[in-house]
């Protein structure tokens, strides 16, 4: 049994959609931002052994432990930036997929 669906309808669909799509714009941006702190540990990491280099391990030991810490903390930090984006972008796919599916004859606007 077909449903005739109003323009009202179809227009609060579309908008729907739209709007899980800027959501997982947002996550997308999250994932590049953990991008951004991944090169900030490399640059630490590189810090760290360009600075290092000439001293002794011993003398340098309290600097390379807060220096280390902070690697540790970013990456945390990293790991937070990438799981999250990724669930939020699952759960977004998979509501965009059931419209799809609610509504075959609005495949071809989604895609």
């Known amino acids: 049994m077909n449903k005739k669906y109003s323009e009202d309808e179809d227009a609060l669909i579309v908008g729907e959609i739209q709007s899980f799509l800027q959501e997982k714009r947002t996550a997308l ?3 590049r ?3 951004a702190v991944i090169v900030a540990i490399i ?7 360009v600075t290092f280099r000439s001293h002794a391990i011993i003398q340098a ?3 390379m432990g807060i220096l280390a810490a ?7 930090v990293v790991i937070y930036l990438f ?5 939020r972008i ?6 965009i997929l059931k419209f799809k599916r609610r ?6 606007v989604i895609n």
Not at 43 to 49: E, K
Not at 70 to 76: E, N, S
Request: no cysteine.
């Open 61 to 63: 030991r309290d600097w």
């Open 103 to 108: 509504r075959s004859e609005m495949t071809n």
């Open 90 to 95: 699952r759960r977004m796919d998979q509501k």
């Open 29 to 31: 941006k999250t994932i």
């Open 33 to 35: 931002i953990g991008i």
């Open 70 to 76: 902070l690697g540790v903390i970013l990456l945390g």
């Open 83 to 87: 799981i999250i984006p990724l669930i």
């Open 43 to 49: 640059s630490l990491i590189g810090f760290l052994i």
